[in-house]
């Protein structure tokens, strides 16, 4: 199929990329839990444990994200994000309404159903951002992982303040933000969000990182602006709107690109490309030909080999299983012990932290904060930073060898082929989980200020193993079914809520706290939540470990991954000169 790659194919490309961006601004919302969940408590008389249940519930919708991911692969892209919109109008409106007193309190088992409705609400949207996009740079998954799953850390500070600067901390007008907002903006990416072709022009891919870098740099100005404005104490009414109209501003600032990129290309573009969409979006990152790599050598520069993938183990099989590196259905992804090592290591990262995020409310409480929305962003702000950076880090320690030069080589010796470059990317979670150990034993040490510290530390590595992950698990399964691969392993949100937020944090909490008049119970002190970061801190131990041994199980893939990447360079560079 010939097709025209023009500049307004790529200013489409890149218009889509910055609805994305939006869409993820506001898909944060199941981090946003503390901010009404006093008011759930109180207007209900939950006790701690009930409370935290309802919390599980919120992200137990995480777990129906396997049905976002199924629909990836038969439903276009705005049908996907039309649905999540919907439901989350309806999950988090309903709440709105009881919070608000509009409608009595609905029976326990109800409000269940409509948090796990706006919880999976977010699962459709992050699919349809994340596989659309991925597709669509699909040589910058680093980079690209890193911002948009950044843009979501700072999602809950973007709501946190706005409903601080405009509605003095309201909850009832918070969960409105929460349902009207997120519909909204949807509506954008329906329109502009497309998967589309690219090219495989090396120029291409250098000139994404630089926009790449510009995304970049509007995040963080972003997120500073947000500090800033937490910062810096009470503020009146005059000067709350003026930040409020300042960070829409910002948040707009990004279509600078795809404007900069039309009008370039008015005088610029006019490239043609043999291109067909459904070769790319297949297309594993190991070339494969009958069974085996491909061995490729460029025409001119330094020789580089790779050696084939060990021999099947049975010969008869007239269909072989895919290595690493290729597309895996879930059926055979779940066969491989790394899909297993993988899913437990995230387990250990995220379900520790979705226990903080979930509970930060009552943490600061009990530590005698009388207003937790300071530590709140903070989480959000420095999450972003550990989402956008492990993505970008990642990328360029995957691309060499502990930053050095990155010169591709195999060495085949008594059969086995020795490692030269490529560092796992898994090692970024590892180094992710010996700092969140840190960040959990100064919590527990409830010294003045830990609480602060913590939220730092936890917000950074709650954020690099969600911006890690995503193409981790790309690179290692492939792109042809990574909707549905991607929304199994994100089960351990739910699955990591229920065990340390539902369970350890709620009973452990329950057995310390005092009941007070009307229903519920309240604890004060660094006791009641001790022993929740010790075992919290020996569960981020365990994740260390899982991590070194899947950097251990995957670095040929990366040397492989990256040699073909190497070698497609070298031979493009030599044909153009």
């Known amino acids: 199929m010939q097709l025209q790659f023009s ?42 444990l009930e409370l935290n249940n309802l919390s599980v519930a919120k992200d137990a919708g995480k777990a129906f994200g396997i049905l976002a991911g199924l629909a990836s692969d038969k439903i276009s892209t705005p049908v996907i994000i039309l649905i999540g919109s919907i439901e989350g109008i309806v999950g988090y409106g309903v709440q709105w309404l009881v919070v608000s007193q509009r409608i009595k309190p609905l029976p326990y088992w109800q409000m269940c159903v409509f948090l796990c409705m706006g919880g999976n609400s977010s699962t459709w949207m992050n699919t349809a951002i994340l596989v659309t996009c991925m597709r669509n740079f699909r040589r910058n998954r680093g980079p690209v992982s890193g911002i948009l799953k950044g843009y979501v850390g700072l999602s809950t500070a973007i709501f946190t303040d706005l409903c601080a600067a405009l509605f003095a901390d309201n909850p009832c007008a918070f969960l409105l933000m929460l349902a009207v907002i997120p519909f909204v903006v949807c509506l954008a990416a329906i329109l502009f969000l497309r998967e589309l072709p690219q ?23 972003i997120a500073l602006y947000l500090l800033s404005f937490d910062v810096s104490g009470p503020h009146g009414m005059t000067l709350s709107r003026i930040f409020a109209a300042g960070l829409l501003v910002l948040l707009a600032s990004p279509l600078i690109v795809p404007v900069y990129v039309a ?8 490239l043609k490309r043999n291109l067909d969409i459904e070769g790319q979006i297949v297309e594993p990152l190991l070339n494969q030909e009958n069974g085996a790599e491909v061995k490729k050598k460029p025409a001119a520069g330094p020789v580089a080999v790779v050696e ?20 895996h259905t879930i059926f055979e992804a779940i066969q491989t012990l790394e899909f297993w ?10 379900g520790t932290g979705l226990t903080v995020m979930n509970n930060m409310g009552q943490m600061g409480l009990a530590l005698g904060y009388a207003d937790v929305s300071m530590f709140i ?49 898994p090692l970024v979670n590892a180094a992710s989980q010996i700092l969140m150990t840190i960040g959990y034993i100064v919590m527990a040490m409830a010294l003045p200020g830990s609480l602060y510290i913590g939220s730092i530390v936890v917000g950074i590595c709650y954020g690099v193993r969600l911006a890690v992950i995503v193409p981790t698990s790309s690179e290692l399964f492939g792109l042809k079914y990574y909707g549905l691969v991607y929304n199994v392993l994100i089960l351990n949100l739910p699955l990591g809520s229920f065990l340390f937020s539902g369970l350890l944090a709620g009973l452990l909490y329950d057995a310390q706290a005092t009941h007070v008049a009307g229903g519920g119970n309240t604890c004060m002190g660094a006791h009641c939540y001790r022993m929740v970061f010790i075992v919290m801190a020996l569960a981020s131990v365990v994740g260390f470990g899982l991590d070194v041994l899947l950097a251990s199980r ?16 070298s031979a493009a560079g030599s044909g153009s000169s």
């Open 554 to 569: 995957t670095k040929l893939v990366y040397s492989r991954i990256y040699a073909n990447k190497k070698l497609e360079k």
């Open 341 to 350: 090592i993988l899913f437990l290591s995230f387990l250990c990262g995220v």
């Open 377 to 425: 962003s903070l989480l959000s702000i420095w999450g972003f930073l550990g989402r956008i950076c492990a993505g970008a880090v990642s990328e360029y320690f995957v691309k060499s060898l502990l930053g050095g030069n990155l010169n591709l080589r195999f060495e085949k010796t008594d059969d086995k082929i020795k490692w030269k470059a490529g560092t796992p990317r």
């Open 199 to 221: 090219t495989e022009d090396t120029s291409t891919e250098r000139e994404e990182n630089k926009y790449f870098g510009v995304f970049n740099s509007v995040a963080v100005v």
């Open 308 to 327: 084939e993938v060990p021999k099947l183990e049975d010969a008869a099989e007239i269909k072989r299983r895919p290595v690493l590196g290729e597309d």
């Open 263 to 270: 009008l370039k290309g008015l005088n610029l573009f006019d």
């Open 7 to 48: 500049s307004s194919l790529l200013a489409r490309k890149w218009l889509g990329f910055v609805t994305a961006i939006w869409v993820q601004c506001i898909s944060g919302n199941n981090y946003t839990f503390s901010n009404y969940s006093d008011a759930l408590k109180t207007l209900m008389g939950l006790s701690q």
